[in-house]
């Protein structure tokens, strides 16, 4: 059985390490190992079961070790990850029972170290990259690229044909119609209806959704 550490003891990691209690794998594939966060305080007064139990920028990855990157914002899960990765170290996907591969179409890709909360819908032939990130309820339409470290929150909708970029952030309840782009590291606010591509690096909200700066 392998031991799996968790990068990040956040609000965000919190979430994962609930999820990570349910899923099928756990006490079978695998065993929760602790937190790894360079913030040796950050569960102070806060009694979620585990512990944090080393710093991700200088733990060393060993046999029967994996990770899981739970850490909220894309640039900030590349800097604590690719370190891992490049000592050797393997990175697992997460779902829950209630997710599990039934929700995933025909021809969908995953990258490395994928995390998808409950009830979120892969159509067919979806490209996820590495370290992407999807939250509850979202639904993804067929021949959809998300990007790696990508951050979709709850109960968006792709439709089919789109491209999110890399680093980008699509936040709870926005809307992006079929065969739209969204750049490398753009933001898309919450509720926001997307009609338009979104150039790289911008924030955009509204309905229809507006580039705000």
């Known amino acids: 059985m392998k031991k799996v ?3 990040g003891a956040g609000g965000w990691g919190r979430e994962v390490l609930i999820q990570m209690r349910t899923a099928s794998a756990y006490g079978k594939d695998w065993s929760i190992a602790g937190f790894l966060d360079t913030r ?3 569960l102070d007064g806060i009694d979620c079961g585990v512990s944090i139990v080393g710093d991700p920028l200088i733990h060393q990855p060993q046999a029967g070790e994996a990770f899981v990157c739970a850490v909220g914002l894309p640039k900030g899960r590349a800097q604590y990850a690719v370190p891992i990765l490049e000592k050797g170290g393997e990175f697992i996907h997460i ?3 209630f997710n599990s591969e039934g929700y995933l179409s025909k021809g969908v890709h995953l990258g490395t170290g994928c995390f998808w909360a409950p009830r979120v819908q892969f159509s067919p032939d979806v490209w996820v990259g590495d370290f992407a990130n999807f939250h509850s309820g979202t639904i993804i339409g067929h021949d959809v690229r998300i990007g790696h470290y990508a951050q979709i929150g709850a109960m968006v909708f792709i439709g089919g044909g789109a491209r ?3 680093y980008a952030i699509v936040h709870p309840h926005a809307t992006i119609i079929p065969h739209i782009t969204v750049g490398e590291g753009a933001t898309v606010g919450a509720g926001a209806v997307v009609v338009k ?3 790289p690096g911008v924030t955009v909200f ?3 959704a507006r580039v705000i700066f």
Request: charged letters at 10%; a negative charge; proline letters at 17%.
């Open 164 to 166: 999110i970029g890399d």
């Open 95 to 97: 779902y829950t029972p």
């Open 40 to 42: 040796a305080h950050m």
């Open 197 to 199: 591509d979104v150039p």
């Open 5 to 7: 550490y968790i990068i």
């Open 206 to 208: 509204g309905n229809p």
